[in-house]
């Protein structure tokens, strides 16, 4: 994630310890629920942020993109 994204971590999150990649990047674990929910919570980060696993939570929350955006190409 990026540095300007760290203060977006909200309270009632679980959360692992947040590493310093570098300079204007950190890494962390956010225990969120495979649902509409926790893909809200990501997208709110925008393009600040990665998900580097696990893969079927990245897979799920891809799919439900797409479909948000071929709902909205119509």
């Not at 959360?15 to 997208?43: I, M, R, S, W």
């Amino acid at each position: 994630m990026h540095k300007k994204s760290r203060d977006k971590l909200i309270e009632g999150v679980e959360t692992g310890e947040l590493l310093e990649v570098d300079k204007n990047h950190y890494q962390t674990t956010l225990v969120l629920p495979d649902h509409e929910f926790g893909y809200q919570y990501l997208a709110n980060f925008g393009t600040t942020l990665k998900i580097i696993g696990p893969d079927f939570y990245l897979k799920n929350y891809v799919e439900w993109l797409d479909k948000i955006i071929s709902i909205n190409k119509k």
